[in-house]
């Protein structure tokens, strides 16, 4: 989609702007760890400013509303915490621990130390300088998401899902446990495990790491006294319509927009989401969950054949695999999703990081797209969602554009499995100094012919 040109030009403005001597800094330890430092403190900052306010911000009002109540149902107005699986409740229980004042500051600094142990993950603590241009590309994207990456459930799930892919195929149950409890956080992490149940010599290790961490979440919820609400996240949205922001919403926000027919927009208040409703939403709304199972099914098909046409070919690098299937599984996720909010593209970082940690020129074009999606959603939601949800023209291209970028995506990452199944081959020369995504601990690894 990019040409090397295009690439071209970036290095040259990129040399235009950081002299030789700030480009070797900001690629040494000291460097990535001080850019690291700077950017969350300015979040942990503004934290820190509203707590001498005993304030929160965005949906972190509704989760310190959510433990002041004790997660009882009874006791809320608006959307229930069971919207979300039982361990995206022990964070919020943390971060009340000094009581409402300081509840988001202390939410703001447990995500920084998961983006710190993810970032060290990625760049084996800052000792790979091979790896220092996804890493800055990774704290690049957390900052144009802005709060969407603090202020959510979803800005815990990201980091894991680094942590959980940077052990690689090498260490399938520790991935496996780490993925298992960011999917019982919020299920997007499941697309991750799919692709790396599909990838893996050992699969029973997947399932065994995902088992342990289900049944011991089964038995704290029954200690709880929580068992039956154990699965409400899967029903609690059921019957929500297309949320504004979605893929699949786009032809129905320009009929409102250009006011053709009855589609107009919404505040549904039941779960706090901006709705569009028109001729078609409903057969849609009901329609979305099938499709998602099928597109998951289809892509999670396209990874076993590429695995076994590698195997029956000679070889093929299962970590690429992985990565790959990780991506694309991930934005099946989001694409074929009737619920669009804008922290969904936090999903998508964690395999781009170290899909460029891995093979930078093939994940260079995936990594721009993404920088892309980052700015239009940071346009649509926080600075000018009224005016979107006003039915204003400017926001609703930006929004389809950005929408655009998400099928872009989709499709580009379709066509990677596609062409890792084509082209496998004998296993490729070894590199001579390993990626982080290849180290012994957390590393690559072939396909062998059975």
Known sequence: MFSDAFFSKLTTVRNRIFSRPAQDWLSSRTGLWAGFGLLHAVFLIFALVLATRNEAFSDTFIYRDWVAAGFNESLISGPSPWVYP?????????????GPALFFFLWVLMITVLNGVALGMLTDWGRKRESMPAAWWWLSFVFLMGWLGFARVD??????????????????????????????MKVWPAAVMLALFAVVKDRV???????????????????????????????????????????????????????????????????????VDGPGTTVMSALMQPLLILAAAVVAALVFWALHQGKTRGGIDRTEL?????????????????????????????????????DFKAWRTPAVMLILIAIT????????????????PLMALVLTVRN?????LLVLSVRRLYSLGRDAKVSPAPRTTPTA????????????AE
């Open 437 to 448: 995504a290849e180290s012994p601990a957390r590393g690559a690894d072939i396909a062998e």
């Open 404 to 408: 655009l970028l998400l099928v872009g």
């Open 205 to 275: 290790k997947v399932i065994l790491g995902g088992g342990v961490v289900t049944a011991a979440v089964g038995v704290a919820a029954a200690a709880l006294g929580v068992l039956p609400r154990l699965l409400n996240f899967l029903t609690q949205q059921g019957d929500r319509g297309m949320q504004l922001e979605a893929t699949f919403t786009t032809p129905w926000l320009w009929l409102s927009v250009l006011g053709i027919g009855d589609s107009h927009m919404y505040m549904n208040t039941d779960i706090n989401s901006m709705q």
């Open 86 to 98: 039982i361990l995206a409740l022990p964070p919020m229980a943390i971060a009340y621990v000094f």
């Open 322 to 358: 992985l990565l790959a299937g990780a991506l694309a599984l991930t934005t099946a996720f989001i694409v074929f999703n009737k619920v669009g909010s804008p922290q969904f593209m936090v999903w998508l970082a964690p395999a781009v990081a170290l899909g460029l940690v891995h």
């Open 155 to 184: 800005g815990f799930t990201a980091p894991i899902v680094l942590i959980a892919l940077s052990y690689g195929v090498r260490r399938p149950f520790v991935a496996s446990v780490i993925l298992a409890v960011g999917t019982w």
């Open 377 to 392: 959603t940071f346009l649509i939601y926080p600075l000018f969602y009224d005016a979107l949800s006003h039915n204003n």
